[in-house]
């Protein structure tokens, strides 16, 4: 089995997570629902600034401020994804396929195995992230302006005024600036 290495170094953190099969669940009144909860549930027990999100119907992007000598992420994501798909579950919600492996572990079909981290190095690179988040629903044909789509911290930063309500034209205007994992 491959050794999976994670950044263990510094304190903020871009994340793409994305659901089995590509499975367009987290959009939803019940996938919004529950990962609200299960957010919450473990910024209770293992704090971490949110300092950004972009729920996109099959995967999210998240930005991560976690406190000074903790860079445990994997463990509040481990928890995020278990209550998720517990509280899925409970709420009527279906799973996708189970294959063998996952059936001898246990798992679900809910979320993919792991996820795309990446550490943020400075501001600038703190700013390209945002920027990425915000601008994926564009990215994705889902609107045609940032500001047209709900579920992401775009709104909040707007109201804070750190951007403009017709911030992000095309995601052409971007070229290689946003590569990060879908």
């Not at 939803?28 to 990962?35: A, P």
């Not at 998240?62 to 509040?76: K, M, Q």
Request: positive net charge.
């Amino acid at each position: 089995m491959s050794s999976y290495r994670r950044n263990r170094a510094g304190r903020v953190f871009f994340f793409t997570v994305v659901t089995h099969e590509r499975r367009p669940i987290l959009t939803t009144e019940l996938g919004r629902q529950t990962l609200r909860e299960a957010i919450g549930t473990v910024r209770r027990d293992r704090p971490f600034v949110l300092t950004a999100i972009v729920l996109l119907p099959d995967h999210l992007h998240a930005i991560w401020e976690l406190p000074p000598g903790d860079s445990d992420y994997s463990t509040r994501w481990r928890r995020i994804k278990s209550l998720f798909t517990k509280g899925w579950l409970a709420g009527g919600g279906e799973a996708g396929t189970v294959n063998r492996s996952r059936s001898k572990r246990e798992e679900q079909g809910i979320w993919q195995r792991r996820f795309f981290e990446h550490t943020c190095r400075d501001d600038e690179d703190l700013k390209r992230c945002l920027d990425y988040v915000h601008i994926n629903p564009v990215k994705h044909g889902l609107v045609t302006r940032v500001a047209d789509w709900p579920w992401s911290s775009f709104h909040r930063y707007v109201r804070l005024g750190e951007y403009d309500v017709d911030w992000g034209g095309s995601p052409e205007m971007y070229g290689d600036e946003f590569k990060y994992a879908e």
